[in-house]
């Protein structure tokens, strides 16, 4: 597979490191209710959808950033890919 | 009928007239006590037990292609129990105990062919990890046996034990474990199961579960709807998918693990070899064939095919132990989808869903689990109890820290 990296151009996916769907991006919060569970689910239940995944590649071999890929599960067809950065500033984190 | 060596003679001196289907192809009937959903081995092994072990009932196995069409056909065959944790040893322990009396018990040849696995030992650390490994194992009753390199080199004399970057150190052996011919499981499964009148349906898609006030009464397939007082699903490789119409999700991943196999040979490869520097497994068929893996591709995937650079890093292993086999041409190659789960052990429990079931995240180890994994849920299906040695493998063990994490990587489940 071929990672077309938004700084780099396209790249060997084995330069990669694949950590896995881009919703670990948000954190819960370790203060609000429910903490607990919250966690739980973040750390251990995925959709693992067969289709269209947004999913965090960190490019270790290269400039070692973080990226979001959207990529094909039955296909493997990589249809987006973002700086993760940007996502998660997008999606309102600050940090 | 009886398979026997009187019936093959009679066969052949009639001109093979006689065989029969080995099991019916049946429609759906309206409804069943239990409807095990996959006609996989797991799937069919469960529907066997089920009869043979729990009483008179009316089971159905509902399979969306052809019965044995998945991972029962795609894995390399090594059956073994060399695990170390509590939760899992004596399971596979109790699987390997159900390999070594199948064949009678099934009237079917599924070549069980105890040939022994030997675990490569290359440093100091790792033979201390394997002496403790194999100690767990003798006190859960499997066998384990820690070789010298001049024993392994009497037995494996084309092994490289003189490498510069992964000398073979020794080996942590279990002469128990071997091979089995994976698709004649699910063949004798199915037969044995039909046998006992269970129904096997293929062609047959659970597209939903039909559930009223929390409770479970059946499922919607393709070829209509199946009323169930159980219903089990055993369909590792798709739980996500399947599961999602019952509205769960899953502290599971879905990856794709490559297998391969080389040109046919003569024998030279006794038994199965692992190389504990890298990842690489071999085992020799009866065919002739080479049949090794390695690693999983390592991201989500439902492709049943992987990519090229696990490709080298399994040729690389291989080459690694023993070089002869860069002369042999790999003749195919092909993926199957594991349930790769948060802890890498997997999880054989009820739901939330009142006679609803759930067998999966067998990651890449199922296939020598069949027997005891189709007992153990046989079991939790027919009595509402889960089985002693399968009863760590619950959904909330996530939840409550009691992991069976055999490699501690944590859950991250590419790393299992």
Same mark, same amino acid.
Request: with cysteine; glycine share 14%; proline share 5%.
């Given at each position: 597979m071929l990672i077309d990296?938004?700084?780099?151009?396209?790249?060997?996916?084995?330069?990669?490191?694949?950590?896995?769907d881009a919703a670990l991006i948000h954190r819960p919060d370790g203060l609000a209710e429910g903490a607990l569970d919250a966690f739980i689910e973040y750390g251990y239940l995925r959709d693992n959808p067969a289709g269209a995944h947004?999913?965090?590649?960190?490019?270790? $071999?290269?400039?070692?950033?973080?990226? /979001?890929?959207? !990529?094909?599960?039955?296909?493997?067809?990589?249809? $987006?890919?973002?700086?993760?950065?940007? /996502?998660?500033? !997008?999606?309102?984190r600050s940090r | 009928m009886r398979y026997s060596g009187f019936r093959v003679i009679r066969e052949a001196l009639t001109g093979h007239r006689g065989w029969g289907p080995a099991w019916r192809d049946v429609a759906p009937q309206p409804a069943y006590d239990y409807v095990i959903i996959g006609g996989g081995g797991h799937g069919l092994a469960t529907a066997y037990y089920l009869a043979?072990?729990?009483?008179?009932?009316?089971?159905?196995?509902?399979?969306?292609?052809?019965?044995?069409?998945?991972?029962?056909?795609?894995?390399?065959?090594?059956?073994?129990?060399?695990?170390?944790?509590?939760?899992?040893?004596?399971?596979y322990e109790f699987s390997l105990k159900l390999w070594e009396g199948l064949e009678q018990e099934l009237n079917y040849n599924a070549m069980v062919s105890q040939r022994g696995i030997l675990n490569l030992i290359h440093s100091d650390a790792q033979r201390d990890a394997f002496v403790r490994r194999g100690n767990a194992m003798i006190l859960n009753g499997a066998d384990a046996e820690l070789l010298s390199t001049e024993q392994i080199v009497a037995r494996y004399p084309f092994l490289n034990t003189?490498?510069?970057?992964?000398?073979?150190?020794?080996?942590?052996?279990?002469?128990r474990g071997g091979t089995v011919r994976h698709d004649a499981v699910a063949w004798g499964y199915a037969r044995a199961a039909d046998r006992r009148g269970v129904d096997i349906i293929q062609n047959c898609e659970v597209t939903g579960f039909r559930i009223e006030n929390g409770r479970c009464t059946g499922v919607e397939t393709s070829r209509g709807f199946i009323g169930?007082?159980?219903?089990?699903?055993?369909?590792?490789?798709?739980?996500?998918?399947?599961?999602?119409?019952?509205?769960?999700?899953?502290?599971i991943e879905s990856h794709v693990l490559q297998a391969f196999v080389s040109e046919g040979l003569k024998p030279v490869l006794p038994g199965v070899i692992t190389?504990?520097?890298?990842?690489?497994?071999?085992?020799?068929s009866d065919k002739g064939g080479l049949v090794f893996g390695g690693d999983i591709d390592g991201y989500n995937s439902y492709a049943q095919r992987g990519n090229l650079p696990v490709v080298e890093d399994v040729c690389e292993g291989g080459m690694a132990i023993f070089p002869m086999l860069g002369r042999a041409r790999i003749l195919r190659m092909w993926g199957g989808i594991m349930d790769m789960s948060m802890d890498g052990s997997?999880?054989?429990?009820?739901?939330?869903?009142?006679?609803?079931?759930?067998?999966?995240?067998?990651?890449?180890?199922?296939?020598?689990?069949?027997?005891?994994?189709?007992?153990?849920?046989?079991?939790?299906?027919?009595?509402?109890?889960?089985?002693?040695?399968?009863?760590?493998?619950?959904?909330?063990?996530?939840?409550?820290?009691r992991m069976i994490d055999e490699k501690g990587m944590g859950n991250q489940p590419n790393l299992h």
């Open positions: 990296h938004p700084l780099l151009g396209p790249r060997d996916a084995a330069e990669f490191v694949y950590k896995g947004r999913e965090l590649w960190f490019h270790e $071999q290269g400039d070692r950033s973080w990226l /979001v890929v959207t !990529r094909d599960t039955v296909t493997h067809e990589i249809t $987006q890919v973002e700086m993760a950065r940007d /996502v998660a500033r !997008r999606e309102g | 043979r072990e729990f009483g008179e009932a009316r089971i159905a196995v509902v399979e969306k292609g052809w019965i044995g069409g998945g991972n029962v056909g795609r894995n390399t065959t090594i059956i073994r129990s060399n695990y170390m944790l509590d939760g899992n040893e004596p399971f003189d490498d510069a970057r992964f000398p073979i150190k020794g080996g942590l052996a279990q002469h169930a007082r159980k219903v089990g699903a055993c369909v590792a490789g798709s739980s996500s998918r399947l599961m999602a119409r019952a509205g769960m999700r899953l502290p190389f504990g520097a890298g990842h690489f497994y071999c085992s020799q997997p999880i054989i429990d009820r739901t939330h869903v009142d006679g609803l079931y759930f067998n999966g995240g067998w990651c890449y180890g199922g296939f020598k689990a069949t027997p005891a994994s189709g007992f153990a849920y046989a079991h939790l299906l027919a009595t509402g109890q889960p089985h002693p040695t399968a009863a760590a493998y619950r959904f909330d063990r996530f939840a409550t820290g």
